[in-house]
């Protein structure tokens, strides 16, 4: 699978076993801080005697991440429970970033749907690193939908395939290369066979896409049509074929095939 890119992001620091420093913004700790981790979706920071910090202590710190020659220093200002979470344990983190010229300290995220800035960091594995995202991209929204990639579904079904058909759903990546077919706060309905999602679509939403690892698994109708058109579809994208394009995509052989992990609806466009 090609890797997910990270475009749509504000920042995006992806690190496998980097060196990580973090520093209270003012003054010195309490105790000098050790080691910056990633469990799930929260920062664990432990000092050289041994103590997780508690999250609300992370308040201030700036965390310093080496992305090859490159430093990027991230400020944690406030962190708070997701009011979105059921299950009550995913955090949110305010987060701001220093401008390398002027010193000044800036909001790293933009406003989501719900006018809030913030982000998290995602573990996603030992091979695969961490990324450090926002609610208002796709990675964030991916998790805060329920499909956490650290996670296991209702089945026991390891959730991060789940998560990166996700993000393709999400940015209506057909090909799965990268490439966006759609407007931000466009509407869309989604739902998958584990039962973490249900399909509630509105009575004038139809069946838009099958969605997998790869991105469309079949497509009856594009998005926005006046974006992305099906014969658009059919001349960029090879590998779907001509039965995987078009009224031969239903929703019923979607939920046969095992390829497709999640389905959406969307409005006609």
């Known amino acids: 699978m090609r890797p997910l890119p990270s475009a749509a992001l504000i920042l995006a620091v992806l690190f496998a076993g980097a060196a990580a420093a973090a520093e209270r913004d003012a003054g010195a700790p309490a105790e000098a801080l050790r080691q910056v981790e990633v469990a799930g979706a929260q920062f664990r920071v432990t000092t050289v005697g041994g103590r997780t910090l508690p999250q609300h ?34 955090l949110l983190y305010g987060l701001s970033t220093r401008d390398p010229a002027g ?19 995602l ?11 926002c609610t208002s991209g796709a990675q964030g929204k991916c998790v805060r939908f329920g499909y956490k990639p650290w996670a296991r579904g ?13 993000i393709r759903m999400v940015r209506a990546d057909y090909c799965g290369d990268g490439e966006p077919h759609t407007r931000d706060g466009t509407l869309i309905d989604m739902y998958d066979k584990l039962g973490i999602q249900k399909d509630e679509a509105s009575e004038s939403m139809e069946f838009e896409a099958g969605w997998g690892l790869e991105g469309a698994v079949c497509v009856r109708r594009t998005r926005i049509g006046e974006i992305f058109s099906l014969e658009a579809l059919r001349q ?5 074929k001509p039965e995987d394009v078009g009224e031969p995509c239903t929703e019923a052989r979607m939920m046969r095939d095992p390829a497709a992990l999640l389905m959406n609806k969307s409005f006609v466009k």
Not at 64 to 76: F, K
Not at 103 to 121: L, S, T, Y
Not at 154 to 166: E, F, K, S, V
Request: aromatic share 8%; charged share 20%; with cysteine.
């Open 123 to 133: 573990q996603l594995g030992s091979a695969a690193g961490y990324v450090l995202t």
């Open 57 to 90: 202590e992370l308040v201030g710190a700036v965390l310093a991440y080496r992305d090859g020659a490159q430093v990027i220093s991230v400020r944690i200002d406030s962190v708070f429970a997701d009011p979105k979470d059921p299950t009550g344990g995913l």
């Open 154 to 166: 209702p089945d026991g079904t390891a959730l991060l395939a789940h998560w990166q058909a996700c």
């Open 236 to 240: 960029t994208c090879p590998r779907l």
């Open 103 to 121: 010193g000044d300290w800036n909001d790293m995220c933009q406003p989501d749907a719900d006018g809030v800035r913030a982000g998290f960091p």
